[in-house]
């Protein structure tokens, strides 16, 4: 060890037997807050002045750049497809809904089911219609766990009606649609090979 360096090591000692670590603690954490301050920081005041003067100039701002689309559609009607059910859990997925609707408590008599087949897509949509009765709280609860155990399903339409105010229980008109996947078919199966 050279002379100089042992000298401060030396007072390096004596200072730290003097004062203890709280300044040598202190002048860390300065360096530190002054080394984010400078690298990160500083380049985020300079977007955000940036931003200000473009807003301030009437300057469209930057848009993120699109997601880039799948090569091929059929990727996106696979991953579709592989959410949505089958054609033979349509009865099963509809008898959980009125089976939701008991458990809340809710009074149904009667629903309506309308079936569209879409020719041409891979999917098709079930409406269901079941006007239910029942107090606001037990409506919402439904309407959570149909569309959270049933991903396939959306909630199209939801009209209350109450008679009087004094009456605990609204007349509650809910419209889901289901969702299935249907079974595709070859282009090739119809030509038949010669």
């Not at 401060?8 to 709280?22: D, K, M, P, Q, S």
């Not at 880039?68 to 949505?84: I, K, N, R, T």
Request: proline share 7%; with cysteine.
């Amino acid at each position: 060890m050279s002379r100089t360096s042992m000298s401060w090591r030396l007072r390096c000692e004596v200072a730290l037997h003097r004062y203890g670590w709280l300044p040598l603690v202190l002048f860390v954490t300065l360096a530190a807050s002054a080394a984010f301050q400078w690298a990160y920081l500083r380049p985020l005041q300079g977007q955000r002045d940036m931003l200000a003067q473009q807003l301030a100039s009437g300057q469209p701002l930057p848009r993120p750049a699109p997601a880039p689309m799948p090569l091929s559609s059929e990727g996106v009607l696979d991953e579709l497809s592989a959410v949505l059910a089958s054609p033979s859990e349509m009865n099963a997925e509809m008898a959980s809904v009125f089976d939701a609707a008991g458990r809340q408590g809710l009074r149904f008599e009667r629903s309506s089911y309308q079936y569209e087949a879409n020719t041409g897509l891979p999917w098709t949509r079930v409406s269901i219609s079941v006007p239910v009765s029942g107090s606001y709280p037990a409506v919402r609860n439904l309407v959570e766990a149909v569309l959270r155990d049933h991903p396939n399903m959306s909630l199209d339409q939801l009209s209350i009606q109450k008679e009087a105010s004094e009456k605990a229980e609204a007349e509650v008109q809910l419209t889901f649609s289901a969702w299935f996947s249907m079974p595709r078919r070859d282009a090739s199966a119809g030509s038949g090979a010669r």
